[in-house]
């Protein structure tokens, strides 16, 4: 039995991904009418309204001389991290922090002025096969385990700045996992998209293919996802909340600089 | 800057579901969803200042987004930008799905513009009758017997069993 609903979200089609490129091409549609509007001396006010955006499109994080948020991070090649190993003893801990009160609405972390500083980091943290690099200065790393003791494959950084009590912890979390290609039908498919890699526009991290988007999480908290091409069907995956500081160059810089540990 | 931000988030939390209900409203023509996106954020980005709110920001998006539905005077071209979105777009698989996807989308089309919105309005975006009449700039009774009709016209062109649509609102 379908019913009118159901009919109407399938005819509707799959929810797109929006991307950098959707958003910075928007923003310019609306400066430009703001600046035509202006021009004309259609509305009162509309000079003041352009001389704001454009010294707002001047120190807007991650854009570019051209607005294009989406260009390569430049072809700069992350040195390989060097892999310095951590005692099982010296285990990250989470920092402390009060429990999130799920109870009201999810808020974002806010915007910083400029995008998160990454420094150098390179180091293996048991119970993950993961290493960065660089990582996030100021950021606290956190392995998590399941019940039965395995480490998860992945790995988080958490902004020590704030406290999930405040902000939502999706906005507050840089998480680094695995991800896959998985074969379906005889089709190679990024699992998040559906897509083949082939068909997915492309940018570098490093000297790697990368596919970057801005992913809506439940609850209309913003992240970057960034998809590193490691191997056939072998994908890394960082995912960043864009609000504190994780425009498209850091992440890519970020991404470029993890690998599967040895 | 913050304005410019504010914007950003909102059309990254909203732009998806403003193209699902623009395809619905095109009946499946992508770059004439797309168009009507563009031109409903455009507008939303010149007004920002007076819609912040995100009641406000939501209901201007998708009441320019409607008016562009039913006022566009179809050109023989369009002139679109370029966005990835359509890139992404993970279009549905082939399948029993799809199949039924271009039967709805082409009962859409046989729809009138103001059926129609009131149809998508109403059943895939969930409104009411008040919100819906806010949107189209017409009455409630008007909307209830837009709605009326365009329901009774789907029934016919989808050839659905008419038990299974009187579930509906």
């Known amino acids: ?262 | 800057m913050a304005q410019d931000e504010e914007y950003l988030e909102f059309v990254a939390g909203h732009r998806g579901r403003m193209l699902r209900t623009a395809r619905l409203l095109t009946s499946g023509d992508a770059h004439w969803a797309e168009d009507l996106v563009q031109i409903a954020l455009t507008k939303l980005y010149v007004h920002w200042r007076k819609v912040r709110q995100a009641e406000g920001a939501s209901s201007y998006a998708d009441r320019i987004l409607v008016n562009a539905f039913i006022d566009e005077r179809r050109r023989l071209w369009r002139h679109r930008e370029t966005a990835t979105a359509d890139i992404l777009d993970a279009a549905p698989a082939p399948g029993p799905d799809q199949a039924d996807r271009l039967t709805v989308l082409d009962a859409l089309a046989q729809l009138p513009k103001r059926q129609r919105a009131a149809v998508v309005l109403r059943y895939f975006r969930d409104l009411d009758t008040a919100a819906v009449a806010e949107l189209m700039g017409c009455s409630q009774g008007t909307v209830k017997s837009q709605t009326a009709r365009g329901l009774e016209k789907l029934r016919d062109l989808i050839n659905e069993p008419l038990e299974i649509l009187e579930r509906v609102r």
């Open chain 1, 1 to 262: 039995m379908t019913d009118l609903k159901d009919l109407l979200e399938n005819a509707a089609g799959a929810d797109p991904a929006v991307t950098d490129n959707d958003l910075m091409a928007d923003l310019r549609r609306g400066k430009r009418s703001v600046r035509r509007r202006h021009f004309a001396g259609v509305a009162g006010g509309a000079t003041a309204v352009a001389l704001v955006a454009a010294g707002a499109w001047a120190v807007l994080p991650g854009a570019d001389s051209t607005g294009l948020d989406s260009q390569p991070a430049g072809r700069t090649a992350a040195a390989p991290p060097s892999q310095a190993v951590l005692p099982p003893s010296a285990q990250p801990t989470k920092a402390k922090r009060t429990p999130p009160d799920h109870s009201r609405p999810p808020v974002q972390a806010p915007a910083p002025d400029r995008p998160v500083k990454l420094v150098p980091d390179g180091v293996v943290r048991p119970g993950t096969d993961l290493v960065c690099g660089l990582k996030p200065e100021g950021w606290e790393p956190v392995v998590y385990k399941s019940s039965n003791g395995v480490a998860f494959s992945s790995m988080v950084f958490e902004s020590a700045e704030l406290d999930p009590a405040q902000y939502d912890e999706a906005s507050t979390r840089l998480s680094v996992r695995h991800a896959r290609i998985w074969n379906e039908n005889g089709k190679l498919l990024v699992e998040k998209y559906g897509q083949t890699w082939e068909s997915l526009p492309h940018v570098m991290a490093g000297s790697r293919q990368a596919v970057a988007t801005l992913s809506n999480l439940p609850k209309a908290i913003i992240s970057r996802d960034v998809h590193m091409r490691m191997g056939p069907t072998q994908l890394l995956q960082t995912t960043g909340p864009r609000a504190l500081g994780w425009d498209l160059p850091t992440m890519l810089r970020f991404t470029a600089s993890c690998v599967f540990a040895k």
